[in-house]
């Protein structure tokens, strides 16, 4: 019987970033979805769950964990012997767990503040209503093609971000990996772009041409 329940919705990033990892490794699951036009996420329900009434959070046979990096990393921890591991095993040392940890400070506080910051503008605002302003997603993306050749340096020396197996750390890019063809985001195929970073364009195809990624997409 499935004991793991993501309660969320599919076209949320941070959801479908919980969902990679259950994928990757293979556990059972079941998503609730939450209405977002009945704000499901904030009724005192869901908020004993999450207390900042965000999506998603996953309830393991009645243990909760909110916030997807975490939760990435207790089911890395908690169903260690299925699937990949995706983090570093204590064995591995502290070498390797430095690698992990500053590949997943990577994602979170510069790749996804960035991309969050182009979509917003991008498809949040023209979904509530208003209208995107050119001017302020032009320095985001002169920002993010800087740091696009940050990863180049380290993505030349490794397969992936924290060394040569998959980790969280490439799994969370995913999400938003996806939105770069819809919001006209051209890095990876421009082709004067995408020769300034070549093993970059090889790392971010590969993730988006997985199995969990093809399995937790939506239309």
């Known amino acids: 019987m499935t004991t793991i329940k993501v309660h969320g919705h599919p076209r949320s990033s941070n959801t479908?970033?919980?969902?990679?990892?259950?994928?990757e490794k293979e556990i059972?699951?079941?998503l609730i979805t939450s209405d977002w036009n009945a704000a499901e996420h904030t009724e005192p329900t869901w908020l004993e769950a999450h207390p900042f009434?965000?999506?998603?959070?996953?309830?393991?046979?009645?243990?909760?964990?909110?916030?997807?990096?975490?939760?990435?990393?207790?089911?890395?921890?908690?169903?260690?012997?299925k699937g990949p591991a995706l983090v570093p095993a204590a064995s591995a040392g502290p070498k390797a767990l430095a690698a992990f940890e500053q590949a997943a400070a990577v994602e979170a506080f510069t790749f996804d503040p960035l991309l969050t910051?182009?979509?917003?503008?991008?498809?949040?605002?023209?979904?509530?209503?208003?209208?995107?302003?050119?001017?302020?997603?032009?320095?985001?993306?002169?920002?993010?093609e800087a740091k696009l050749e940050g990863y180049e340096r380290i993505l030349s020396k490794t397969k992936y971000?924290?060394?040569?197996?998959i980790t969280l750390a490439d799994l969370f890019h995913i999400p938003l990996?996806?939105?770069f063809v819809p919001a006209k985001l051209d890095m990876f195929t421009n082709e004067?772009?995408?020769k300034k970073?070549?093993?970059?364009?090889?790392w971010a195809e590969g993730l988006l041409a997985r199995e969990s990624t093809k399995a937790t997409a939506t239309a």
């Open 117 to 144: 910051g182009i979509l917003h503008e991008r498809f949040v605002k023209p979904f509530q209503g208003g209208t995107t302003d050119e001017t302020v997603v032009a320095p985001l993306i002169t920002q993010l």
């Open 16 to 23: 479908r970033r919980v969902l990679l990892v259950l994928k």
């Open 28 to 30: 059972p699951y079941e």
């Open 177 to 179: 990996l996806s939105f």
């Open 197 to 202: 970073w070549p093993h970059v364009v090889k």
């Open 161 to 165: 971000l924290a060394g040569d197996e």
């Open 192 to 194: 004067d772009k995408a």
């Open 53 to 81: 009434g965000l999506m998603p959070y996953l309830d393991d046979n009645g243990f909760t964990v909110y916030e997807s990096r975490a939760i990435g990393r207790y089911l890395a921890a908690a169903y260690s012997a």
